[in-house]
């Protein structure tokens, strides 16, 4: 995470749409320019096929917006087996989670992705600096939408195999090895016990 103190609007937009200009166009890793979408709480711009009205639009957004910093964020949450569609999900929840709402994103994953491992580019207008304890909240953040990320596509696989009935045991990603119990000597209960590491 880094910041440019831009306080005028004129200024926050060049700086602004430089940034979405590297986010968007950056080499794939097929060395193909990149061909990305910027991502907003309320809508989405391809600036290929947008042209001058989405840029013209993205720039009023970066001047209109409040604050004197202009934040450049890359998020990862270290999955390497992220789809872009996941890791934009990822993304969005955490910085919605911590109440930022005014955000551009842009993914690189998937075949626009230009590493192995699936990130966004974050630019975030802000009023305030980003505190320790404010980055410390994202990253808490980013571990529980994560947890969710690897839960859900799993429990619901679970559910199609097993019907609802039954639970498995273990940590995300490996073998899950049913269990029973006891339950009141006469009938056995099978349960769920999910278990997610640090």
């Known amino acids: 995470m880094n910041f440019k103190a831009a306080s005028q609007g004129a200024v926050k937009a060049k700086v602004g749409m430089k940034s979405i200009d590297y986010f968007t166009q950056r080499p794939t890793l097929e060395a193909d320019r990149g061909d990305r979408e910027v991502i907003t709480r309320d809508g989405r711009f391809r600036l290929s096929e947008d042209g001058e009205l989405g840029r013209r639009e993205l720039e009023k957004r970066l001047e209109q917006s409040s604050g004197e910093h202009l934040y450049r964020v890359v998020m990862s949450s270290g999955d390497v087996e992220m789809t872009a569609q996941e890791t934009e999900r990822w ?108």
């Not at 993914?107 to 966004?120: E, F, L, R, S, V």
């Not at 305030?128 to 980055?135: A, L, M, P, S």
């Not at 039954?166 to 073998?175: F, Q």
């Open 91 to 198: 993304a969005r929840n955490v910085l919605e989670r911590n109440n930022i709402d005014n955000y551009m994103l842009v993914i690189h994953a998937g075949a626009q992705g230009h590493t192995d491992h699936p990130h966004a580019h974050v630019l975030i207008p802000a009023e305030k600096r980003f505190t320790v304890e404010d980055i410390r909240q994202l990253r808490v953040a980013g571990d529980m939408e994560q947890q969710q990320v690897a839960y859900t596509p799993r429990a619901m696989s679970i559910r199609q195999d097993y019907g609802d009935e039954t639970n498995v045991s273990g940590k995300p990603g490996g073998k899950q090895p049913e269990r029973e119990m006891e339950n009141d000597g006469s009938q056995k209960k099978r349960t769920v016990d999910i278990q997610f590491g640090n």
